[in-house]
């Protein structure tokens, strides 16, 4: 698990600074059995209109691009 979370805060890590530009932010919040990756989307990314696509071409990508076995990534309020 823990080399899991590793990597995810890798991906994470790497879309960051786009994020940061606007305002935003993201933190992990969980990750179950199932490789299901829950997330909360921080400051400006919260609110924004533009915050799904962000979690799916951006921040979904990025994690499914170092660990592969995700099945999905989910925003929380």
């Known amino acids: 698990m823990t080399n899991k979370i590793s990597k995810i805060e ?3 890590n ?3 600074p786009f994020l ?3 305002g935003g932010d993201v933190e992990l919040v969980n990750i179950d059995e199932n490789n299901v990756v829950t997330l909360k989307l ?3 990314c919260s609110g924004c209109s533009m915050s799904h696509m962000t979690m799916k071409a951006g921040i979904e990508e990025a994690i499914k691009k170092v660990l592969p076995e995700v099945s999905a990534v989910l925003a929380i309020d």
């Open 14 to 16: 790497s879309v960051r």
């Open 10 to 12: 890798e991906a994470l």
């Open 42 to 44: 921080l400051g400006a």
């Open 20 to 22: 940061k530009m606007d």
